[in-house]
């Protein structure tokens, strides 16, 4: 397959579905900077017309490209290209990134390397534990915690939601009791507490967004969220924190590294 001028046709060939084909060439016309970040694409017509098949097949090719997140509808607008990129993160070497500068926690830490503008809303609340929350702590079951939620963006896009939970005798009346808990964030608060994590766990999944996560996060068709459960411990293995993420699965690269005793 080579890809024509512009308003000339792209043969596809007739062994492949042609919407898959054509996913493939959008794509990698996506990929070079034929159509940059935050461009809208042409029309459905306009794309039949170059590749020379039905507006249903193009459709279809947009379809999958909505699941892969390249592309979004905005309605009255037409299909926008991703704003922004696929953001990286090490997550085995993120946490200490949190003291870089002013940053208010790796999060932000990891938005300023990649030159984006990183926000969170934030809401405190005293909750009752969740069961498997109150095992992770060492607390009863329905005993308050205090739980941290968040909304994060980078330039204005929602790309994370994560809620904290910490037992009230370490953060009652303190500072991670406050929507801003200042530089370094919650494990540096921890850290003036006596409580500083030194060991983390993770556990990632993938699935389907609930519907407030589908809403929340601004998502699309059928694409899935990755999950993860981070346990902050101490040194002396007490579960500090219980650290509950979503983040949609197309704008994310997990990266972990260790090394071979």
Request: hydrophobic share 35%; aromatic share 4%.
């Amino acid at each position: 397959m080579t890809h024509g001028e512009q308003g000339s046709q792209v043969p596809l060939e007739s062994a492949r579905s042609q919407f898959r084909q054509l996913a493939d060439l959008i794509r990698t016309d996506i990929e070079r900077g034929t159509y940059p970040p935050g461009s809208r694409l042409p029309s459905e017509p306009d794309l039949g017309d170059r590749y020379g098949v039905s507006r249903q097949t193009v459709n279809n090719a947009v379809q999958i490209l909505r699941s892969e997140g390249l592309v979004r509808v905005d309605r009255g607008v037409g299909t926008i290209v991703r704003e922004l990129p696929v953001i990286t993160t090490m997550r085995t070497t993120r946490q200490q990134e949190r003291d870089a500068g002013q940053a208010r926690g790796a999060f932000q830490a990891e938005m300023e390397r990649l030159g984006l503008n990183a926000e969170s809303d934030v809401r405190i609340d005293e909750v009752p534990a969740p069961e498997d929350v109150a095992g992770h702590l060492g607390i009863s079951l329905g005993e308050t915690v205090l739980a941290r939620e968040r909304r994060m963006t980078a330039n204005d896009i929602p790309v994370q939601l994560a809620t904290s939970y910490l037992p009230m005798d370490i953060a009652a009346g303190t500072q991670l009791a406050e929507p801003d808990t200042g530089p370094g964030g919650t494990y540096s608060r921890l850290a003036d507490l006596g409580y500083a994590p030194v060991s983390f766990i993770e556990s990632v999944r993938v699935r389907l967004p609930y519907d407030d996560e589908f809403r929340l996060l601004a998502m699309d068709g059928e694409q899935r969220v990755i999950t993860i459960r981070r346990l902050a411990q101490t040194e002396s293995g007490r579960t500090v924190e219980v650290n509950d993420m979503v983040l949609p699965a197309h704008q994310w690269e997990l990266r972990y590294q260790w090394h071979a005793k």
